[in-house]
């Protein structure tokens, strides 16, 4: 089956992608990962995410249908909790899923460890997962363009060794790229991380999945594998929302969904931006995948970056957001606070990461000379590592990970723009 896959994949990536306009260079293999276990009914890319201030989705697959079911309690092997969710399955061409299972569990402790086995009492198999923090320090892990390759293990065992509370992907995540059982790899590869602490994501070019005719709509996968609480904030599609871990308050934004001035999305983002509350969320981050700064070679004047940083920057700016990352260069790459191109002390820090180890290697080429708002850039691959430690102070790292060693390339000190009296407004 994943022969004819590898077939039926090249010849249509041939017929629909476009030539690089740049070369990238060889990288690590792809992984191929089974199944752990020959039970129809046992879990496996069990993965979580954050659903509103006290609940936590859990999300997995079976290659038989299960009656999706969490039970869950603070107290290995003891469940004084249980919830029924959803399930569902989807057809890709020749391809068709296991059963998608999604069950929110809650009301749950804030900085709890809880116990908990999919598809009920009688599932083997018992995971962990701590929630996130009620108060000061929180501790975000950042890695863009993930994949499945040697590379991405790499980075998956980099931060695996950091304690976080909420891991943040700005999209590709598999580069399953049309070949379905490439998604199923990507699951079983993140499941250690995924299934202990929130993935919290948003999609990426790759996630497309598009193929005229033969596949008309978009997102299939990404979509029906992983669900985001888009409702809970307010938007009507999967592919943009928003979510709150304590003081910090996340944009998570389509670069592939319509954004233009009027659009869902935009009049969406409108909404949530006039809805915060800095006093209680004083820290405000976005997270998109097309970069909206970028002095790569690679991935240059696509609308996806042009065409949104014109419809949506100015938004972003007015509401002094802190933060923007994004992936889809596969390099990394820190610029000063910016808007309109230039230096603006109440501007956001933009952060390229789309770093985690992708099939197609790194962008490797920079335009010289360096602008005077980028600040760091290095063509390896790594992790990020957001530390907020207040109200008004958190610390940024960026972790290369070449030659299997993680190695703290980069690091800046950043003040919230809530606490700069100058920015308010």
Not at 270 to 283: F, G, N, Q, V, Y
């Amino acid at each position: 089956m994943v022969k004819v896959w590898n077939l039926v994949a090249i010849m249509l990536i041939v017929l629909i992608s476009h030539v690089s306009s740049y070369d990238r260079p060889a990288t690590r293999k792809n992984i191929v990962m089974h199944p752990s276990s020959n039970d129809p009914v046992s879990p496996e890319q069990v993965h979580i995410s954050l659903v509103g201030p006290d609940k936590m989705r859990i999300s997995w697959i079976t290659k038989n249908s299960v009656m999706p079911t969490v039970v869950y309690g603070t107290t290995s092997g003891k469940y004084e909790g249980s919830a029924n969710g959803t399930s569902s399955s989807y057809h890709y061409l020749i391809y068709r899923s296991g059963q998608i299972n999604d069950v929110v569990i809650g009301p749950l402790k804030l900085n709890t460890v809880y116990y908990y086995k999919c598809g009920g009492q009688s599932s083997t198999q018992e995971f962990n997962f701590k929630t996130p923090p009620s108060q000061f320090p929180i501790r975000f892990a950042v890695a863009g363009d993930l994949g499945t390759t040697e590379w991405s293990k790499s980075t998956l065992d980099h931060v695996s060794k950091w304690e976080h509370d909420v891991f943040i992907l700005p999209g590709d995540l598999s580069y399953a790229d049309l070949l379905q059982p490439v998604w199923d790899t990507f699951g079983r590869m993140v499941q250690p991380l995924a299934s202990k602490r929130p993935w919290m994501v948003t999609q990426g070019n790759h996630e497309v999945e598009l193929i005229p005719v033969l596949h008309s709509q978009s997102f299939t996968a990404y979509n029906n594998r992983w669900r985001m609480p888009f409702e809970e904030s307010g938007s009507t599609s999967n592919l943009y929302y928003s979510f709150n871990v304590y003081g910090v308050h996340f944009i998570m934004l389509g670069s592939y969904a319509d954004f233009e001035p009027g659009s869902d999305q935009y009049q969406w983002l409108e909404k949530d931006l006039k809805s915060i509350d800095r006093k209680t969320t004083p820290w405000l981050m976005a997270v998109i995948h097309a970069p909206w700064y970028n002095t790569n070679e690679a991935h240059q004047g696509e609308k996806e970056s042009v065409d949104m940083k014109q419809s949506m920057e100015t938004l972003l700016y007015n509401a002094r957001v802190d933060l923007v990352f994004a992936g889809h260069v596969h390099a990394y790459e820190r610029f000063n606070r910016v808007y309109e191109d230039k230096f603006d002390k109440c501007g956001p820090v933009y952060i390229n990461i789309g770093d985690g180890g992708n099939k197609e290697g790194l962008a490797k080429n920079y335009r010289d000379p360096s602008p005077a708002i980028s600040l760091f850039r290095e063509a390896s691959f790594g992790h990020g590592q957001l530390v907020v430690v207040n109200a008004s102070h958190a610390q940024w790292k960026w972790q290369r990970n070449d030659d299997d060693v993680s190695v703290e390339k980069d690091s800046v000190w950043l003040t919230s723009l809530s606490a700069d009296s100058s920015c308010q407004i």
